[in-house]
């Protein structure tokens, strides 16, 4: 039998194209946890030739999915928000890492950082999941 983390690293990823897309490299998962990186690519650039808004969005939305799946249970966003503090261009390396700053069963609170390949800080992103009954198996 797979441990939730497994199941996350193996399935979720297996099946999540976006995050594929993105080029998302699973450096880290356990419980409420999840590190993960990319590269920013030419096509993920906006006129202003830096990173479209929706590429450290979706990024950080990735490890959030990651971190509130990994205890097994499936999860689904209720809301989330960004704050874009620094450009990201062609070339960077992102690390996003997802926190779990409250969970009960039912709802989990997500805070994730994402920094770049000189450690920093160009977004924060929060999220807040409903936890189903349902489990990954």
């Given amino acids: 039998m797979l441990s939730p983390e497994q199941i996350v690293k193996e399935r979720m990823l297996e099946n999540d194209h976006y995050s594929q897309w993105l080029g998302v490299e699973l450096?880290?998962?356990?419980?409420?946890?999840?590190?993960?990186?990319?590269?920013?690519?030419?096509?993920?650039?906006?006129?202003?030739?830096?990173?479209?808004?929706?590429?450290?969005?979706?990024?950080?939305?990735?490890?959030?999915?990651?971190?509130?799946?990994?205890?097994?249970?499936?999860?689904?966003?209720?809301?989330?928000?960004?704050?874009?503090?620094?450009?990201?261009?062609?070339?960077?390396?992102?690390f996003a890492e997802a926190i779990e700053e409250h969970y009960n069963g039912k709802i989990g609170k997500y805070k994730v950082d994402v920094r770049n390949q000189n450690d920093i800080l160009v977004a924060t992103f929060n999220g807040l999941v409903y936890v189903s009954k349902k489990d990954w198996e």
């Fill in 27 to 94: 450096l880290k998962i356990k419980g409420g946890y999840s590190k993960i990186k990319m590269v920013v690519r030419k096509e993920m650039l906006n006129g202003f030739q830096i990173a479209h808004g929706g590429i450290s969005f979706g990024f950080a939305d990735s490890a959030f999915a990651f971190a509130s799946n990994s205890r097994g249970k499936l999860a689904y966003s209720i809301s989330t928000d960004i704050n874009h503090l620094q450009k990201v261009f062609e070339g960077d390396v992102l």
